[in-house]
């Protein structure tokens, strides 16, 4: 074992862990703080595009259940390998650990190409079918055609990104998300109005900032500076290691890719109750909801490599610690996120349209849709660490529970108990969120008593 990584394991075995939190942490924050710039500026500037701004938002808007799907996919293979590559370091197999790696990169290649086929042969009936009008159509093919072509380098670049933080490399996978970022954020007013491209502009720079990172990503992971290394003997599929990959990912699948069918549904729900208008303010709902979510991801991304290394190595109360820590963070910035919308929800929704209808609506729509915005942090630190745990089929359950057995029933259930059924429709939200973090908690309270005792009976035995 090299020096590097005796260094780096020992760090996450022995270093204090609210500082180990921290500085893995951090890093991770800043880069989805930053992914959220680079999701979110599109629609900024598309926002902004004048005479057609809300129209083109709108548009794009309809697109958001494919791109969520084609991140979701990352999802279940990277969030899927990244996990147990950390357990197999913290129990000493290393070389298990490359494997894993290098049958995850190669799962993603192939995903990616029957993703890219897939959506250039069908965009437009799926878009038809998400809710788009004839007016928002045109926009979202535009956007679209584009996008699709980029899936190779989405996959890449967020797949493998957690195998770099896995290895202690915070700094390095936040790099990943910030130059691609950065590229884009810079990029979209150049392609959008200074060469006048509009929404094809805005896929242009996305796709090129994509194949950037994704080409940082590659580097690193075969460099002598990575812990675990891409491999091409590793690259081979085997099926016991995939779907053991499949198994733990499927939750962070399930849940981006429920997002995506709750996101058809709310579409197709408000354009039946509300037209363009009301799509428009769900696509600018979505976005500051991203901005809840994706720092929180971060945290619970620094939390994992802790979480899982020690459980791996048998370190009952530094696992503990790592998950009260990461709980206690997640709920106060969750709390905070809920607070701003209550002071400030004129200039969050500004940030996306400068219309004054659009405005004054999602203004009235923020209200009710973010109402319980604040339990988000118990349901996401719970089922993150279910996930670091290994418990793939609870979290996929918990996964299910908050978006398919809740959220998307009660958008349709719930128009019917109410006069005003663009009010119910948001509603649903909040009613969800509650329910889902209070039982998320219930199932962690009871589950982890049972994952320790089954960890410390050996010890107990050794010691009779």
């Not at 880069?31 to 083109?56: K, T």
């Not at 959506?119 to 878009?127: V, Y």
């Not at 994992?304 to 709980?327: E, V, W």
């Not at 607070?339 to 929800?345: Q, V």
């Amino acid at each position: 074992m090299s020096e590097q990584m005796q260094t780096t394991e020992n760090e996450l075995g022995t270093a204090p862990v609210g500082k180990l939190l921290l500085r893995l942490a951090l890093p991770n924050i800043a880069a989805q703080i930053v992914n959220m710039l680079y999701n979110i500026v599109d629609r900024i500037y598309i926002g902004h595009i004048p005479e057609i701004g809300s129209q083109a938002l709108t548009g794009v808007g309809v697109t958001f259940p494919i791109i969520i799907l084609i991140t979701a996919f990352s999802s279940l293979i990277g969030m899927g390998g990244a996990p147990h590559a950390s357990i197999a370091m913290g129990q000493k197999h290393n070389e298990r650990a490359e494997k894993i790696m290098g049958n995850c990169f190669s799962a993603l290649v192939v995903i990616s190409l029957i993703l890219t086929v897939f959506f250039l042969l069908t965009q437009e009936q799926i878009l038809i079918l998400f809710g788009a009008s004839a007016d928002t159509l045109p926009y979202g093919l535009e956007y679209l055609n584009l996008y699709v072509l980029g899936t190779l380098f989405i996959q890449i670049a967020l797949g493998m990104n957690g195998f770099i933080t896995t290895q202690g490399k915070a700094k390095t996978a936040m790099c990943t998300v910030l130059i691609g970022a950065a590229l884009n954020i810079i990029l979209d007013p150049i392609f959008i109005f200074v060469f006048g491209l509009g929404v094809r502009g805005a896929a242009i720079a996305t796709v090129f900032s994509q194949f950037v990172s994704a080409i940082w990503v590659i580097r690193f992971l075969t460099s002598s500076k990575a812990i675990l290394r891409l491999r091409k003997e590793n690259l081979r599929p085997q099926l016991k290691i995939l779907l053991s990959v499949i198994g733990l990912g499927m939750s962070p699948f399930v849940m981006q890719s429920t997002e995506s069918l709750l996101s058809i549904t709310f579409n197709v729900s408000l354009a039946k109750y509300g037209g363009d208008l009301a799509v428009g303010a769900m696509t600018i709902l979505t976005s500051l909801l991203q901005m809840v979510n994706l720092p929180m991801t971060g945290l619970t991304q620094g939390a994992q490599p802790i979480i899982s290394y020690n459980f791996g190595a048998k370190q009952i109360d530094r696992m503990k610690k790592a998950i009260r820590l990461l709980l206690t963070s997640s709920v106060a910035y969750a709390f905070v996120c809920w607070l701003l919308t209550r002071i400030a929800p004129h200039m969050l929704v500004g940030l996306f349209t400068s219309d004054p209808e659009l405005q004054q609506f999602t203004v009235w729509a923020l209200g009710i849709y973010m109402a319980m915005v604040f339990v988000l942090g118990i349901q996401t630190s719970f089922q993150q660490s279910f996930i670091a745990l290994g418990e793939a089929k609870i979290s996929l359950f918990l996964a299910l529970l908050r978006k398919v057995i809740l959220l998307i029933p009660l958008i349709l259930i719930l128009p019917n108990f109410f006069d005003d059924k663009l009010f119910a429709v948001f509603l649903a939200e909040p009613v969800s969120d509650f329910l889902a973090a209070m039982t998320t908690m219930t199932f962690f309270l009871v589950r982890v008593r049972k994952i320790i005792s089954k960890i410390q009976q050996p010890n107990l035995k050794k010691e009779s």
